[in-house]
């Protein structure tokens, strides 16, 4: 029965902070019994073509995804485009946000050595793709510098934090736009977490096709005042784990997102909704 299969519509390989390999990635899915993800790396799709291959190697049904920063009313705001076209001609577009990360990060290595904490990007658990927050934290756990990345977050790399540097980040509107160019749908990611509850209205308004009601760190009423925002918006539903790493956060396929959801997304993709 398709009602009782594990989807999983949020997920980082380790070409953005994810910690796994598209192998690993693909092989801890089919163990946990998922038979449809979507990776959505942050800022870039150059993982798409060995998530896909990895994917297929596993049985695992790959849907190709990216997960977009943006800002609205200075809060960092995470788009999901889901369903891409790795073809797509607005590729480039995505390319610059990544490069950018690769030039923030040398910004942020500069401010963590005025702490007397010296490294450079080769000591970065980094494999290419998009670079963020998190290699930086892993290798400063790596160094002895802090006990763990929630220390290194809580001390130095939080939000407007001493080492912290904002990344380049589109507005809502333009990053609507690029997960539009890329042939996607644009989903707006972890409303709650984000601190955007608030803003629905004005935010879905910018032209938003629908909203990831299922992620971990929405609680039950969360994701019940979710859904009937889209009954009543008529917006499209989405969900996932957004796994990172194992022990690091929820794994892949275990929030709980109803099957059901993947068609309307499928066919409004495909542009037939
Ligand atoms: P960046 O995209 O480089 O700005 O890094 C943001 C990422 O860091 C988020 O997507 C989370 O995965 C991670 N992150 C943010 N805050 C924390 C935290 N307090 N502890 C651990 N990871 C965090
Ligand atoms: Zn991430
Ligand atoms: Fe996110
Ligand atoms: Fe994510």
Do not use: W
């Amino acid at each position: 029965m398709v009602a009782g299969k594990i989807i999983d519509l949020h997920v980082h390989s380790n070409f953005s902070d994810g910690k796994l390999a598209p192998d690993a990635l693909a092989a801890r899915a089919k163990f946990n019994n998922v038979s449809v993800m979507a990776v959505t790396d942050h800022d870039t799709l150059e993982g798409v073509d060995a998530n896909a291959a990895a994917c297929r190697d596993n049985g695992v049904e790959f849907i190709p995804g990216v997960e977009i920063s943006t800002r609205f009313d200075n809060k960092e705001t995470h788009i999901l485009s889901l369903f891409v076209d790795p073809a797509s001609a607005a590729r480039p577009r995505l390319e610059e946000l990544r490069n950018a990360r690769a030039v923030r990060m040398t910004k942020m290595l500069e401010r963590l050595g005025k702490f007397n904490m010296i490294l450079t990007f080769d000591d970065l658990p980094y494999d290419g793709g998009a670079v963020g927050r998190p290699h930086l934290a892993r290798a400063m756990v790596e160094k002895g510098y802090v006990k763990n990345v929630s220390e290194a977050f809580g001390r130095y790399l939080y939000d407007d934090g001493p080492v912290y540097m904002p990344k380049l980040q589109l507005s809502v509107k333009e990053g609507i736009d690029l997960a539009r160019s890329l042939g996607g749908v644009p989903i707006l990611a972890h409303p709650g977490p984000s601190g955007l509850l608030p803003h629905l209205d004005e935010i879905m308004a910018m032209g938003m096709d629908g909203v990831e009601c299922y992620h971990p760190k929405h609680g039950g009423e969360t994701i019940a005042k979710l859904l009937r925002f889209c009954r009543e918006k008529n917006l499209l539903v989405s969900g996932g784990s957004d796994f990172h790493a194992p022990g690091e956060t929820p794994d892949i396929g275990s929030q709980k997102v109803p099957y059901d959801v993947l068609e309307p997304l499928r066919l409004h993709a495909a542009g037939a909704l």
